[in-house]
């Protein structure tokens, strides 16, 4: 992570409570299936999901890439860290108009999010589909092009005093507004 006395602000994944908890349950999910007495369809189904899931988010966590960062050249919005290069998002500031966070619903605890309002024009972030895009109107509590320009906060620590204050030193006129 970046010197906190620095205005750049970066945050990297890492092991956060959720991750932890996440790759927890699924060791003890594929501990469990590795019994003998359990039956060959749930080891089937069970064992690539929880084992796989459970090490792509050991993995991730200690892949210690960017996942968000705010600097004198705009913000990048880190991608999945298996298909980092293809996800990563860098926005300059001459294209970004606001900030936005927020929530998703997601059946249980929502999950926050953060993303940038783009100008009109503006090239659009890598995964950027119009069925996709369309879709979103109905599914998120922000516009499609600030859900599409997000990342969700997970498996990263967010610090939005910090964000804030390094998009107060680089970009003082553009707004942050907190739906969280």
Known sequence: MTDHT???YEARYGWDRRTRGLV?????F???LLLPEAPLLAQ??????????????AYAASSGKVAFRVDETGVLLGGNPARYRATTAHVPWDDITGFVLWHQAMGGPSLPCIGVTRRKGAPSPPG???KLRAALQYLVPVPADGAMA?????????????MVAAVAH???????RDRL
Not at 24 to 28: E, G, N
């Open 6 to 8: 620095s205005p750049v």
């Open 24 to 28: 927890a349950a699924c060791a003890v």
């Open 30 to 32: 594929t501990a469990v």
């Open 44 to 57: 089937l189904l069970g064992l690539p999901l929880s084992g796989g899931g459970g090490l792509f988010m």
């Open 128 to 130: 950027n589909f119009p």
């Open 150 to 162: 997000s990342r969700v906060v997970t498996g990263w620590r967010f610090d939005k005093a910090r």
């Open 170 to 176: 680089f970009a003082p006129e553009i707004p942050v």
